[in-house]
C-alpha cells in the first residue's frame, strides 16, 4: 500500500466523477520521476481501473510553477551499468503504456515546465490542457544530456506532429510553448490557469462520453505536400533521415552520440512501429546513461544548477540589495545589449547614456531591433514591445542618475576614460550606488583607484552578443562589499545568465585563459600552417569556432590592445607572435571592418561559402604550405587553455573548479561533452597531461611552463572533482 505520510501521488474524486490526481514529490522543489514512484503509480492507475465511480482522470501538479521537470538527476547519474538503466527505460515505457490503454481517460492539467519524462507522461495521457501562463512549456532537453527520451515520447509525439517536427524538437530540446502546442495538436486546449483543471475536467469527461471533439479541416499547402512527400512513402522517408542525419553530423561534429540515437529511434518507429523502436529505445538509453558524454553533461547540469542557489559569497548572512533602476553608460552592441537583458529578462527600467544623441539614438535602435525580433518569432506581442521600450530612458548626460542603483560602464577599453566615469558616477548618483566595469581585461581594483568608495566598485564581465551568451562573470576585489558581490550576482541571475564570481586580476578568468590559445594559434599559423587547416581542427574537437574566425569576430584590433596588458602582468609566456602589429599597420580589424583573415561582404557572397582572404599571408609574411595533424593543433591549442585554468584556480582567481568548468563552456565555448577544462583533466589523467605539457615546454620554452597545481595534482594523484 501507499504510504500516505510520504505519497507522491493523491487522489480525489470529485462530484462529477472526475478524479483528480495531484502528483507532488514531498521536500522537493519541483516534481520528478523516479522509478521508486512506480508502485504507487501502479496502484493510482489501478483504482482508476476498478473504482466504478470513477468516469475519468485529470493529472495536476502539486507545485507552483512546475508540471513535472523530467527525471531525477540523481538517480540517473547513480546509474552504474546499461543493462540497469535500460530497466528503468522499460519500467516507464510499461507504467505509461498502462496509462495510454487505460478505457476511462486521463487528461494532463499542465501549468509550468512538462520536461523529459514529464512530457513524456502528459503524451501518455489522453489529453492535454495547458495554462497560457509564460512558464508553460514542453520539452525533451535529454539531447543535452546527452541521453534520449527513454519512455515512448518520441513516438507519440510524432504521431501528433509527424516526424519532420519530432525530429526538431528531439535533437534541439527546444521548448514548445503553449500557443504553438495548441496550434501542432499537441494541446486540445489553452486557458487561463485559475480555469486550467475545470476545462480539464471539462474534457476528461466529454472524451468518456465519447465527444473526441471536432477536428480542424488541415490546410493544403507547399509546407504540408512536402511533408507528406517525405513521411508518407518509404522513400521520401529515406530521404527524409538522411538528411537529417547529414546536418546532425555536420552540427555535432560525431561528438554527441544521443543525437544520432534519436535519429535511429525515430526512423524505426516510422518503419517497423511502436514494440521495434520500444526495444531499440531500451538499448540506446542504457548505452547513453553510462557513456562518458552524458556524465560529463550531466556534471555540467549539476554544476549549473548549484550556481542558481550560489549567492556568489560564502557568507550566508549577506543578501543581496532590491534594484530598481540600471543606468547603462554607452549604447553601442554591448550597451544596448546589456539595457534588453536588464528590461526584457530583469524587468528593471534602464537609464542610458550616450555622449550625443547619435550615440543614443543607435542603442535605443539596438533594443528596439532585440525586441522586434520576439514580436516577429511571436514570443511576444507589439503592445508589450511598446511597454518594454517604456523601461528604457536615455540621455547624453548624467541626468535622472540620482535614484539609480546600478551603473554599468560599457564604454572603450581605456582607464582614463574608466577612471572619469567613476568619478562622474560618485558625484551624479547616491552614496550606495554600485559601480560596475563591463571591462573584459583591466583589473577592476585600477578601475576603483580613483574611487572614493572602492568598496561599490565590482567587475560585471558580459560576453558578446548580450542576448545570447549565457554567461556573466562578476569580479570582487579585495575591498568589494560582499552585498555589491551578491547584489551583481542577483541582477545577472534575473537577466538570465549564468553567473560565476572570480577574483580580481588583469584578464580575470576568461579572457586570461582565452589568450594563450589565440597565441598559440598564431605561433602555429606563423609557421606556415594555413588558417583554414586552424580552425578546422579546432572545429573538430568541438570548439563551436576556430581560434582565427574567434579573432576576426572579436576584432583584431582589441586582441593587439589587450595584448600588450596581458603580457605587462604575465610576461614572456603571454607574449603573442609579432605579427600582430602588422595587422593593425595593414588595418585589419576583422568582421567589423571587413578586413581580416577572412573574405567578407559582396566577395564572400560571389564566392559562396566563407573563404581565406589570401592577401593576409603576404601582409604577415607567411607562406601557407606546410601540413600539421589535427590533433598536434588540437592539443597545442586547447593544452595552452586548460594550464592556464589550472594556473587561475592556483593564483586564487576561481573559487572553484566547478566555476572553472563552466566558465570554459558557456563563455568560451570549450567543447561541453568534454565537461570543461578540469573535468578533461580528471578524464584524461593530471600526469597525462602534464607529460603533454612537459614535452610542449622542452620544445617551445617559457610560453609552455607546467601550472604549479597541475604538477602537484599529478604527483598526488587527486582530482579536481570528487
Known sequence: MIDQDKKVLSLEVRSDGVAVITYDVPDAPVNTLKASFSEEFAEVLGRLESDSSIKAAVIVSGKPDTFVAGADIDMLRDVKTASDAERLSRLAQEGFRRLEGLEKPVVAAIH?????????????????????????????????????????????????????????????????????????????????????VQVAAEKALALASGDKGKKKKAHVDVQALTALALEKNPLGRKVLFKQARTMALKKSGGHYPAIERIIDVIETYADKGMEASSELE????????????????????????????????????????????????????????????????????????????????????????????RVKKRQMTRIERTKKLGMLTGTTDFSGFGDTDVVIEAVFEDLALKHRMVLDVEKSCSPETIFASNTSSIPISKIASVAKRPELVVGMHYFSPVQKMPLLEVIRTDKTAPWVVATAVAIGKKQGKTVIVVNDGTGFYTSRILGPLMNEAAYILAEGIPVEDIDGAMRKWGWPVGPITLLDEVGIDIAAHIGPIMVEAFGERMTPPPMFAKLVADDRKGRKNERGFYVYGGKRKKEGSKQVDQSVYKVLGIEPKNKMAPEEIQMRCSLQFVNEAVRCLGDGILRSARDGDIGAIFGLGFPPFRGGPFRWIDSVGAPEVLRRIEQYHERFGKRWEPAPLLVEMAKSGKRFHP
Open 112 to 196: 509550468g515546465a512538462a520536461l523529459g519524462g514529464g512530457f513524456e507522461l502528459a503524451l501518455a495521457c489522453h489529453g492535454r490542457v495547458l495554462s497560457d501562463d509564460n512558464k508553460t512549456t514542453l520539452a525533451f532537453p535529454e539531447v543535452q544530456l546527452g541521453l534520449l527520451p527513454g519512455s515512448n515520447g518520441l513516438q507519440r509525439l510524432a504521431r501528433i506532429v509527424g516526424l519532420q517536427a519530432v525530429l526538431d524538437f528531439g535533437l534541439t530540446g527546444k521548448s514548445l510553448r503553449a500557443s504553438k502546442a495548441r496550434k501542432l495538436g499537441v494541446a486540445d486546449d489553452v486557458v487561463p490557469r485559475p480555469i486550467l
Open 282 to 373: 531500451n538499448r540506446y538509453f542504457g548505452e547513453l546513461c553510462v557513456s562518458e558524454t552524458a556524465r560529463q553533461l550531466i556534471g555540467i547540469f549539476e554544476a549549473t544548477t548549484a550556481l542558481k542557489k550560489d549567492t556568489g559569497v560564502d557568507d550566508a548572512s549577506v543578501k543581496p540589495r532590491t534594484t530598481r533602476k540600471i543606468a547603462v553608460l554607452g549604447g553601442g552592441l554591448m550597451g544596448g545589449g546589456i539595457a534588453f537583458v536588464s528590461i526584457q529578462n530583469a524587468r528593471i527600467p534602464v537609464r542610458m547614456k550616450e555622449r550625443d544623441l547619435e550615440g543614443l539614438s543607435r542603442g535605443f535602435k539596438h533594443v528596439h531591433e532585440l525586441l522586434s525580433e
